[in-house]
């Protein structure tokens, strides 16, 4: 019925709390957003909030090695990088506030019994920090996320970490309350567990049992058990699991290994997943189950039989750790597929192409430098301090000088400015304030208003406008729009001081902010493809829209970039479900997501 979907329909707010045990990582975050991307699919408002249990206020002063990369949202929040996974699964714009901490929720109430608020009574973790987490949880699960004004119907709430962890042992107290809080039939829980395979065919219980049992001694009992695995759950398995866990049958959901993270929702959904919150919550049958997962089923028909494709370079500081590139990966991987191409993802550890290493580890040098001369591609993505430094101002020399597409990232904008005044201009010693203050040549520089001595939560962050200067500029012919409203994350800008040579010497900063006073995209003339852009256009990915910088990135890659600027139709659509952006396109890759995203921006 349309009317159901004009109104803002004030019903109880439904919630669904998705926690962990045995191990962490165990895949709580897929698990989530397949949740939320079947509701909606089901025509249902999704929102979702994430806790992470640790003392730190948010994720901006993490290193990647710990967490994975900071994604950073439309009002600067730096956040945990499943807040990605659920914008880019769900089409979704979420906040600050959805990414909940020990140190948020801790440093709220301090501040209220500053002020008085608890009139002289003895400030505790119960009732104060658990009725804390409680009212966080029911005022965020309010904000409207999709862009219809309209408050969401069911919230999904991951619990980081696992069951039993000292440091989550608030918010499971608060859990336990909050099922009793919330009226009847608008509070569930999934419990994710791992299902341990130590010979083929074998299928261990007793850590799920194990689990379950903590869990339900702290206070709650699961409604549905999601079992991760690397075969298909056996039915056997499942009975056991029922019959020890005090859950029916039905509710005991094999989550095993599939060829992409596309599988997910459909081999969810097949187990009767709708049905079975539909009858819990009381929500209301929206679609035809039979056609919710159509949609998810072409991404993974696409990604499992695109044959094509091309070799990429990812020239980084933390190779070592995929997730701190999440975003990035994903970007690429939506921008392959927009181009009918498989992504080819070499990792270079930017330090390994320097002089240094050729001295004391020649076959690492000799490596990384085969991997860069065979790439079609090559990327600098973002970072901060020194080292590895010199080995990206090498990969992008390599990609300037050999005609080889380049896209740089924040950080690799700057690197390719600064490899440009040495080997260009013939500044030898240029380089930003960041790895050398003491530089003849600062041609990067600290922005005035940052500071450089308080660094959580101090940085240019958030959505902000760049206006594209340059109409016959590649990125005006990608945006197809005279701006484009991207999220920063940074605090070192391209001196202003060398545009004019930068200039006449081929670099042009085709986009600025909206003041005229900061550059924000950089191009290099004589050459198919050399773009750096100050900007993280990753964190506004969507399957069926990659950022355009992205997507031409790619396509001059493949050979396809001036054929697609001529006839934007030349390259295949994606399935439908977009909403208007720059051309459709399909979804792929070992990340997570779905549905769609406006890019009117773009």
């Not at 990429?312 to 999440?326: F, R, S």
Request: with cysteine; proline share 6%.
């Amino acid at each position: 019925c349309t009317c159901r979907h004009l109104r803002d329909r004030k019903q109880t707010m439904k919630y669904i709390l998705v926690a962990g045990g045995v191990i962490s990582g165990i895949g709580k975050g897929v698990v989530s957003s397949s949740i939320g991307a079947i509701l909606k699919a089901s025509g249902v408002r999704v929102t979702s909030i994430k806790i992470d249990p640790y003392l730190n206020i948010d994720a901006g002063t993490f290193s990647p090695y710990e967490h994975g990369e900071v994604f950073v949202l439309d009002d600067g929040g730096e956040v945990d990088l499943d807040l990605g996974n659920y914008e880019r699964f769900l089409d979704i714009t979420l906040s600050r506030d959805h990414n909940l901490t020990t140190g948020k929720i801790y440093k709220s109430v301090i501040e209220r019994e500053r002020k008085g608020e608890f009139l002289g009574k003895t400030v505790q973790v119960v009732p104060h920090i658990t009725n804390a987490i409680q009212e966080w949880i029911e005022r965020v699960a309010r904000i409207p996320v999709d862009g219809s004004n309209l408050e969401p119907e069911v919230c999904i709430i991951e619990l980081g970490g696992t069951i039993g962890d000292i440091e989550s042992m608030p918010f499971v107290e608060a859990f336990r309350q909050f099922q009793f809080r919330a009226p009847a039939e608008s509070f569930m829980m999934v419990y994710v567990s791992l299902l341990p395979e130590p010979s083929k065919g074998e299928q261990k219980t007793k850590p799920t049992q194990h689990g379950v049992r903590e869990l339900r001694g702290l206070g709650l009992s699961p409604d549905i058990i999601a079992l991760r695995s690397v075969s298909v759950l056996q039915p056997s398995t499942r009975e056991k699991i029922s019959m020890f866990c005090h859950v029916p049958p039905a509710n005991v959901l094999g989550v095993h290994n599939v060829s992409s993270i596309y599988r997910v929702p459909p081999l969810i959904e097949s187990q009767g997943f709708f049905n079975i919150v539909k009858s819990k919550l009381g929500l209301p049958a929206v679609l035809p189950t039979g056609t919710v997962m159509d949609s998810w089923n072409t991404l993974a028909e696409r990604y499992d039989n695109i044959t094509k494709d091309v070799r990429i370079a990812l020239v980084g500081k933390y190779t070592g750790m995929e997730d701190a590139y999440c975003s990035v990966v994903k970007s690429l991987w939506h921008s392959c597929l927009r181009a009918g191409h498989k992504l080819s993802l070499q990792w270079i550890e930017a330090t390994d192409l320097e002089e240094a290493t050729l001295k004391a580890d020649p076959e690492k040098y000799h490596k990384a430098w085969s991997v860069l001369v065979s790439v079609s591609g090559v990327l600098v993505p973002g970072g901060f301090g020194n080292r590895g430094i010199e080995g990206m101002i090498i990969a992008a020399k390599w990609a300037r000088t050999k005609k080889i597409p380049y896209l740089g990232v924040c950080l690799g904008m700057q690197i390719a400015v600064i490899e440009f005044c040495r080997n260009v201009l013939g500044w030898e010693d240029a380089n930003s304030t960041e790895f050398n203050s003491q530089s003849s040549h600062p041609v990067v520089v600290d922005m005035p208003e940052i500071s450089q001595t308080i660094l959580g939560g101090t940085m240019r962050l958030g959505k902000r406008r760049t206006q594209i200067v340059k109409p016959d500029s590649i990125t005006a012919k990608l945006y197809n729009a005279a701006h484009a409203d991207e999220r920063h994350r940074h605090r070192f800008e391209v001196n202003t001081e060398i545009i004019d040579k930068l200039r006449e010497s081929g670099m042009t900063f085709v986009g600025q902010d909206a003041e005229k006073t900061r550059m924000e995209i950089m191009e290099v003339s004589d050459h198919p493809f050399f773009v750096g852009a100050q900007f993280h256009p990753e964190y506004l990915t969507r399957p069926w829209a990659p950022p355009p910088l992205f997507l031409g990135f790619i396509l001059a890659s493949c050979g396809l970039l001036q054929d697609y600027l001529r006839e934007p139709s030349s390259l295949l659509p994606m399935a439908s479900g977009a909403r208007a952006s720059p051309p459709p396109v399909p979804e792929t890759l070992p990340g997570m997501e779905v549905p769609e995203r406006t890019v009117s921006n773009k």
